[in-house]
Each structure stands twice: as C-alpha cells, then as structure tokens.
C-alpha cells in the first residue's frame, strides 16, 4: 500500500484522511442532543459550555482515529487486503510516529477544553472526560485492546450514547433527567451500529488478525440482525420521550424510511467495498435522527 514518492499527497490529503471525517457525526450528535435537551427542560442558555463541549467530543474523535491509524498499523491488523478505506499509517503516507504525536497533540487540545468544562461541570464531567481519555487510548492500545473483544459496540453505545448525552445535558443543568438518559440509550445504537458494519466489512481480515470482534461471536447472519436491532430500537423510545412530556421528539420518526432502507440493504446482503457505503450512510443516520430529536424537544 507504501505508493511512490513522486505520487505522494499533500499534507492536507494526509491528515484529512487520517482524522476520519466521516465518523466525526458521531460524536457531533449526542452533544447536540443533550444540549437542546436540557434547554428544552429549562436549563439556562450555555453557549460556551456547549460549543466547548461539542469541540472537545470531536477532538477525542480525531484523537482516537489517528491513534488507531497508527496502532492498528503496529500491531499488523492493516492487512493488504483489508477492504475499508486507506490508513495513512498502512499506507506509507505518513509514519506511525508522526500519526502518534499527531494523536497526542489533539489529546491534549481536548484535555485543556476538558480543564474548563471541569470548572464548569465539577465531578460528574471530570468522570466523564477521563474515562472517555482513557476509553480512547485503550481501544486500539494496551495489551488487550477493546478493538479485538467483542465490547467495542458496547463501548460505543456507553460513549457516543449513554455519557455524551448524559454529560452534554448537565453542563446546561448541572444534573441530569431520566429523558437525557433515555435519548443516550437511543442514541447510542445507531453509532454501535456503525462500528458494527465496520467490522462485518472486515470480518476475515480481523480473524486472521487475531481480532475476535462482536461480528466474529455471532457470525456475518447473526452481526447482520444485530444492525437491524441497533437501527431500528430508537424508535421504541421515542414514545417514552413523548410520554415524558417532549411531544416533539415524534419528528425523529421522520428518520423512519431511511432506517429502514439500510437495514433492509444490509439484510439482503450487502457486502464487500459496498459496506463502506453503508457505513457512512448509518453515520448520517445516526446524525439525523440527532438532530430531529434535537429540533423536535424543542419545538
């Protein structure tokens, strides 16, 4: 995958690839969420608050693929025949010591966001931030990475769901109502979706590279049902929002047909290069379903 010299892209091409762009959504749409949330219950207008924390979210997005980029490379899991898009790493683009210092510079632009959003938010979001560091770095590193357990979507739906609704809700309320829960539930699992089509994509490569993934315990059939339950559960609860007084979080249901869609696409046996594209299309679902709850609990 190391191409010539002469043919070897700018640094913009480097470093555009190699933060991921499109699972940046991910971590963009619970903050957003959590945050129209908690303004729709009553919480005061933060916006320093609230863009800090949407900016530190992506910052430990990047830093997490450029850290994987590299790691991944290290450990000999970028196989030539991998089917997911390049990694600069494998690719001879970039070294894995730059890849790894890149990495750690974002890390640290997170951190300093981090030491104010701590000021603003106490224990509940230093919790939140250190374990999301720690989550980060032991996902593609260690000696037992989180990349090659079956705990990956688990560990998604806890951080893109679960917490970063959690923790973007109590910096506009300094607490957090069973609804921001429940919208980190939902949001959750269309984001462990997404990893889960990543590793359906790269179910052979990661066996043979010692990676026994949540695709790799339940099989291409199994893996496959389990998008459809990730996909389509949300929409269970938005009829407890509604019941909870957020009527409007009935606008996500506008999201429906897509869901569908992709889950249908994915059950009729999309497979190979076309699970890339099935990949960032859940990602955008993931977003839009985000946003709509974002824009329906406010209404």
């Known amino acids: ?16 690839t190699a933060v991921r762009p499109r699972t940046l959504p991910l971590a963009a749409a619970p903050v957003l969420a ?3 949330l908690a303004w729709a219950e009553g919480a005061a207008l933060l916006w320093g608050p609230a863009l800090a924390a949407l900016l530190a979210a992506l910052l430990i997005q ?15 899991n970028d196989l ?36 104010y959003l701590v000021a603003v938010g106490g224990w509940f979001i ?25 705990l990956g979507e688990l ?15 109590w910096l506009q309320a300094a607490g957090v109502s069973a609804t921001a829960w429940l919208a980190g539930a939902a949001l959750g699992l269309p984001a462990a979706a997404v990893l889960l089509v990543n590793n359906l994509r790269d179910r052979d490569t990661d066996l043979r590279a010692g990676r026994r993934t949540l695709v790799a315990r339940l099989g291409e059939g199994g893996a ?4 459809a339950v990730m996909m389509l559960l949300p929409y269970a609860v938005l009829p407890l929002l509604a019941q909870s ?41 993931a977003l839009g379903f985000a946003l709509l709850l974002a824009l329906g609990v406010l209404y």
């Open 224 to 227: 496959r049902y389990a998008y």
């Open 1 to 16: 995958m190391t191409l010539p010299a002469a043919v070897t892209p700018s640094a913009w091409r480097i470093w555009s």
């Open 126 to 150: 230093f919790a939140i931030g250190v374990t999301s560091l720690l989550a980060a770095l032991a996902y593609s590193g260690g000696p037992r990475p989180i990349s090659h357990t079956p």
């Open 62 to 76: 990047i830093g997490t693929n450029l850290h994987n980029d590299a790691a991944d490379h290290e450990r000999g």
């Open 34 to 36: 959590g945050t129209a």
């Open 245 to 285: 007084g957020r009527g409007g979080a009935w606008l996500a249901l506008l999201l429906l047909p897509y869901s569908l869609l992709l889950v249908r696409r994915l059950l009729t046996g999309t497979t190979g290069v076309a699970l890339n594209r099935q990949l960032a299309q859940t990602a955008q679902a």
């Open 80 to 115: 030539p025949d991998r089917l997911g898009p390049l990694r600069v790493t494998a690719a001879g683009w970039a070294s894995a010591r730059a890849v790894h210092f890149a990495a750690r510079a974002v890390f640290a632009l997170a951190l300093l966001l981090g030491l």
């Open 155 to 169: 560990f998604v739906w806890m951080f893109f769901g679960l917490l970063a609704v959690a923790g973007s809700y």
